[in-house]
């Protein structure tokens, strides 16, 4: 009965009524379009995982310029325990040579409601959304499954397209979402500290024991966000810390220098003018380092 009064609700219901059913198909960050390029994907060089700092700021057009093919299955707010899942489905599928792991601190901070959400849309759902489900035990991803599977059953979004341009953002493919050129106004940020989760951090590991199953190499990276906001963080040198254990760890905020107001569009989000610099010198470290079997 439940189950019926989810799948009427969100076929009738107007969209204000809707507070616990959220299934954000074609949703802010191009989920799907990502899920279908999959399919196109091809002799890929580096795979790319992670929150909104992967898919914004990892260029495949950069990387293919130095003979690097380059898939991004970053998604919004993508915590560890969705990267788990889209690797389960996905990863046999692209079958890379390397994994660029980008490991924001504030994913270990993350509940994942919202990338359990935008993963249940526009992904498929199976048995791994049913655990994912009840990892999160949180309401709307309840309604939200129950409400995928019924348009997965019956097909309802097989004739659907994503529009490529959405207001600032273009897809591009590979994975990238290209933002329209603007900057950040800087601004102060109080002393904070990083809520790193424990739960994460499991969700993590499993992650790292899945590629090390398929005897993929794979290196963590710190996207950087701006000066302003990452000083305003306490514990930055714990978090090293602890990924620093886990195997190659670079952390850009500490590597380079960027300006607040020139390379970013946001806090946290790099603008092009930023992707292109951090890209660049992802690159050179990756070939100083051996770290990619292609030479350049």
Same mark, same amino acid.
């Given at each position: 009965?439940?189950?019926?009064?989810?799948?009427?609700?969100?076929?009738?219901?107007?969209?204000?009524?809707?507070? !616990?059913?959220?299934?954000?198909?074609?949703?802010?960050? @191009?989920?799907?379009?990502? +899920?279908? $390029?999959?399919?196109?994907?091809?002799?890929?060089?580096?795979?790319?995982?992670?929150?909104? @700092?992967?898919?914004?700021?990892?260029?495949?057009?950069?990387?293919?310029?130095?003979?690097?093919?380059?898939?991004?299955?970053?998604?919004?707010?993508?915590? &560890?325990?969705?990267? %788990?899942?889209?690797?389960?489905? &996905?990863?046999?599928? +692209?079958?890379?040579?390397?994994?660029?792991?980008?490991?924001?601190?504030?994913?270990?901070?993350?509940?994942?409601?919202?990338?359990?959400?935008?993963? +249940?849309?526009?992904?498929?759902?199976?048995?791994? /959304?049913?655990?994912?489900?009840?990892?999160? $035990?949180?309401?709307?991803?309840? !309604?939200? #499954?129950?409400?995928?599977?019924?348009?997965?059953?019956?097909?309802?979004?097989?004739?659907?397209?994503?529009?490529?341009?959405?207001?600032?953002?273009?897809?591009?493919?590979?994975?990238?979402?290209?933002?329209?050129?603007?900057?950040?106004? &800087?601004?102060?940020?109080?002393?904070?500290?990083? !809520?790193?989760?424990?739960?994460?951090?499991?969700?993590?590991?499993?992650?790292?024991?899945?590629?090390?199953?398929?005897? +993929?190499?794979?290196?963590?990276?710190?996207?950087?966000?701006?000066? /302003?906001?990452?000083?305003?963080?306490?514990?930055?040198?714990?978090?090293?810390?602890?990924?620093?254990?886990?195997?190659?760890?670079?952390?850009?905020?500490? #590597?380079?220098?960027?300006?607040? %107001?020139? &390379?970013?569009?946001?806090? @946290?989000?790099?603008?092009?003018?930023?992707?292109?610099?951090? !890209?660049?010198?992802?690159?050179?470290?990756?070939?100083?380092?051996?770290?990619?079997?292609?030479?350049?």
């Amino acid at each position: 009965m439940y189950s019926l009064f989810i799948i009427l609700w969100g076929n009738y219901a107007p969209d204000t009524l809707k507070k !616990n059913l959220n299934y954000p198909l074609g949703s802010y960050g @191009h989920m799907y379009s990502r +899920i279908q $390029n999959i399919k196109e994907a091809r002799d890929v060089d580096i795979l790319v995982l992670g929150s909104s @700092h992967a898919y914004r700021g990892f260029d495949p057009r950069i990387f293919k310029q130095h003979g690097l093919n380059t898939f991004n299955l970053g998604s919004s707010a993508q915590s &560890h325990l969705q990267t %788990e899942i889209l690797l389960k489905r &996905h990863l046999d599928e +692209i079958d890379p040579k390397l994994i660029i792991y980008e490991v924001y601190a504030g994913t270990f901070s993350s509940d994942g409601v919202e990338s359990s959400l935008d993963i +249940i849309a526009n992904d498929k759902n199976d048995f791994e /959304s049913i655990k994912m489900a009840l990892a999160q $035990n949180h309401i709307k991803v309840y !309604n939200a #499954l129950i409400y995928g599977f019924y348009r997965d059953v019956f097909r309802k979004n097989i004739n659907y397209k994503e529009e490529l341009v959405k207001g600032e953002d273009t897809y591009i493919e590979g994975g990238f979402v290209e933002k329209e050129l603007r900057y950040f106004e &800087h601004m102060g940020f109080e002393e904070n500290g990083w !809520n790193l989760k424990g739960r994460q951090y499991e969700y993590f590991e499993r992650v790292l024991l899945l590629i090390k199953e398929r005897d +993929i190499p794979v290196i963590l990276v710190q996207a950087p966000i701006t000066e /302003s906001m990452y000083t305003s963080f306490r514990n930055n040198s714990e978090f090293d810390a602890k990924m620093k254990q886990y195997g190659v760890y670079y952390n850009f905020n500490e #590597l380079m220098e960027l300006d607040d %107001e020139v &390379h970013f569009y946001n806090s @946290h989000h790099l603008n092009q003018n930023g992707v292109e610099i951090f !890209n660049t010198k992802l690159i050179e470290i990756l070939f100083e380092k051996g770290e990619s079997t292609n030479t350049p």
